[in-house]
């Protein structure tokens, strides 16, 4: 599972400062889709080869009397939930009796914290650093986040424990220059794509694994009721996969003659055994589930209507790349008018993401449930479907003679051939002449096309620019 970082700190150290650092190239694509709402505590960051969630837990003031019982709920639960927390200070502000107060509620936590100061630039670092020993949380990190430095250095120390070929890779480079180099690779993320042979054996790998479909949505939506619907009752007991209450619960099944493997994010299998209590719905778990989904049911509950969580959700959906398929739940029992105007709802709100199917569905009656599969194959099958160089270049070609790309300094952009980079979610790099000039309406058009040309349905698609050949 993805490993999760907390940036935990007062007001005004720079979490924020460094959440966008870390997130930033993922964000300009959430823009893609104008009427998503993003949001701010959360995001997926990359460095190097390696993916992690991060989490804004806001401003925890600790200067409050109590910090334990005036800290947010959910900057304590996001704390609980983390496998890392960096704790921020400010190095220009000097210790603060709120950085006291929250080191000490870390202090009493088990989770692995690195102490990061912030904001040092233009400042005599190492004597300012040295009061925030007595916090007693060992080594200082320095970093400078609105300057961009330090914090590959301090990612790549914090992911050690999860991802092996850290320590070798980061060996020996704390050269600043060096620093910059690796954090170039958070910024350029998109960016990485496979060769075509590369992107060949992945499409093949993906065709032979299970579907791992994740079933997510707000707490209440339906999402016990229509696990439990799919599973059919006795199959709920039948296995017994390991797993931490943090963590989603993964349920090998088999549909259609295809292999699958459900992502329970409601914990009903807990459910039903040795813990009795109904989960606390958790956006961090819900947020790894997605990433380690092939497809994610998003649920959504007929009655309640869009709301910004439900955007949120699917915003991380898309930055993923994940291959999605709609549920619009508790269907039943609604007059010809309420269905009209929801569904009008679901037409204003989410227009933009076309490419997902959506279904009517009624978990608890089973209506409408069995062809959700229909979807999800359809949408794991656009999402993984190899492209040839010649096809994908083909396209290219026909898209340009219906629309050529506009003049740039006085030349025309060119696009030259396009060839796989990915799947799941489909990526196309395209090669050609000053293709950092085109503009994003072109951009947009060459995707459509894309989608329509190659009938990829039910994922997202990503066009990737390259300069030359
Ligand atoms: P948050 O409240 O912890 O999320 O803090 P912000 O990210 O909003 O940052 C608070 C202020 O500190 C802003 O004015 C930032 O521009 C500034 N800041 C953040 N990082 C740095 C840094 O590395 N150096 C300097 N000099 N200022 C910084
Ligand atoms: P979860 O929190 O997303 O797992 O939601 P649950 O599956 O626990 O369902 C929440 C509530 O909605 C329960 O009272 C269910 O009985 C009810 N519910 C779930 N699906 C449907 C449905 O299709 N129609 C109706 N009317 N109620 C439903």
């Known amino acids: 599972m993805m490993p999760v970082v907390a940036l935990v700190g007062r007001p005004n150290?720079?979490?924020?400062?460094?959440?966008?650092?870390?997130?930033?190239?993922?964000?300009?694509?959430?823009?893609?889709?104008?009427?998503?709402?993003?949001?701010?505590?959360?995001?997926?960051?990359?460095?190097?080869?390696?993916?992690?969630?991060?989490?804004?837990?806001?401003?925890?003031?600790?200067?409050?009397?109590?910090?334990?019982?005036?800290?947010?709920?959910?900057?304590?639960?996001?704390?609980?939930?983390?496998?890392?927390?960096?704790?921020?200070?400010?190095?220009?502000?000097?210790?603060?009796?709120?950085?006291?107060?929250?080191?000490?509620?870390?202090?009493?936590n088990e989770k692995p914290v690195f102490l990061v100061a912030n904001k040092t630039d233009g400042i005599d670092a190492d004597s300012a650093c040295g009061e925030f020993y007595a916090l007693g949380l060992g080594e200082i990190h320095q970093i400078a986040a609105a300057q961009n430095r330090g914090i590959s250095a301090l990612i790549y120390r914090a992911l050690e424990p999860f991802v092996e070929q850290f320590a070798d890779q980061h060996a020996g480079s704390?050269?600043?220059?060096?620093?910059?180099a690796l954090f170039e690779a958070v910024d350029a993320q998109e960016e990485q794509t496979f060769t075509e042979e590369d992107a060949e054996a992945q499409a093949k790998r993906l065709q032979d694994q299970p579907i791992k479909l994740a079933i997510v949505g707000r707490p209440n939506v339906g999402k016990s009721t229509l696990t439990n619907r799919i599973l059919g009752e006795e199959r709920v007991v039948v296995y017994d996969m390991p797993g931490t209450t943090r963590d989603s619960v993964f349920i090998p099944m088999e549909r259609d003659g295809r292999d699958y493997v459900l992502i329970d994010t409601a914990g009903v299998r807990r459910r039903g055994k040795v813990h009795e209590t109904v989960e606390k719905f958790s956006v961090?778990?819900?947020?790894?589930?997605?990433?380690?989904?092939?497809?994610?049911?998003?649920?959504?509950?007929?009655?309640?209507?869009?709301?910004?969580?439900?955007?949120?959700?699917?915003?991380?959906?898309?930055?993923?790349?994940?291959?999605?398929?709609?549920?619009?739940?508790?269907?039943?029992?609604l007059s010809n008018d309420v269905k009209e105007e929801i569904k009008r709802e679901l037409d204003r709100r989410l227009g933009f993401i076309d490419f997902a199917r959506v279904h009517?569905?009624?978990?608890?009656?089973?209506?409408?449930?069995?062809?959700?599969?229909?979807?999800?194959?359809?949408?794991?099958?656009?999402?993984?479907?190899?492209?040839?160089?010649?096809?994908?270049?083909?396209?290219?070609?026909?898209?340009?003679?219906?629309?050529?790309?506009?003049?740039?300094?006085?030349?025309?952009?060119?696009?030259?051939?396009?060839?796989?980079?990915?799947?799941?979610?489909?990526?196309?790099?395209?090669?050609?002449?000053?293709?950092?000039?085109?503009?994003?309406?072109?951009?947009?058009?060459?995707?459509?096309?894309?989608?329509?040309?190659?009938?990829?349905?039910?994922?997202?698609?990503?066009?990737?620019?390259q300069e030359g050949e």
Do not use: C
């Not at 505590?41 to 390696?50: M, Q, T």
């Not at 704390?174 to 910059?180: M, R, S, W």
């Not at 961090?284 to 092939?294: D, H, M, R, S």
């Not at 209506?367 to 359809?378: I, M, Y």
């Open 13 to 108: 150290v720079g979490k924020s400062t460094l959440f966008n650092r870390l997130t930033r190239t993922r964000d300009a694509l959430v823009a893609d889709f104008p009427g998503l709402t993003r949001d701010r505590k959360y995001g997926r960051s990359k460095v190097g080869e390696h993916e992690f969630i991060v989490v804004d837990t806001g401003g925890i003031d600790g200067t409050e009397e109590g910090i334990e019982t005036k800290m947010a709920e959910q900057s304590l639960a996001a704390i609980d939930e983390a496998d890392v927390v960096l704790f921020l200070v400010d190095a220009r502000a000097g210790l603060t009796v709120a950085d006291e107060a929250i080191a000490q509620h870390l202090r009493s």
């Open 174 to 180: 704390d050269e600043a220059e060096e620093d910059e």
């Open 284 to 333: 961090i778990k819900t947020l790894k589930a997605i990433e380690e989904a092939n497809v994610v049911l998003l649920t959504i509950d007929a009655r309640e209507g869009i709301s910004d969580q439900d955007l949120s959700l699917l915003g991380f959906v898309l930055n993923a790349g994940r291959a999605l398929v709609l549920a619009v739940n508790k269907w039943d029992g």
């Open 360 to 465: 009517f569905i009624s978990a608890l009656h089973g209506t409408g449930v069995g062809h959700l599969f229909e979807s999800v194959q359809e949408a794991y099958a656009s999402a993984t479907q190899r492209h040839s160089t010649s096809l994908l270049t083909k396209v290219m070609k026909m898209a340009v003679d219906d629309h050529q790309p506009p003049m740039s300094h006085g030349r025309r952009i060119k696009l030259k051939y396009a060839h796989p980079g990915g799947y799941n979610p489909p990526i196309v790099v395209v090669h050609g002449n000053q293709v950092k000039n085109l503009p994003d309406s072109y951009k947009r058009y060459l995707m459509n096309y894309y989608r329509k040309s190659l009938k990829i349905m039910g994922s997202p698609i990503r066009i990737q620019f």
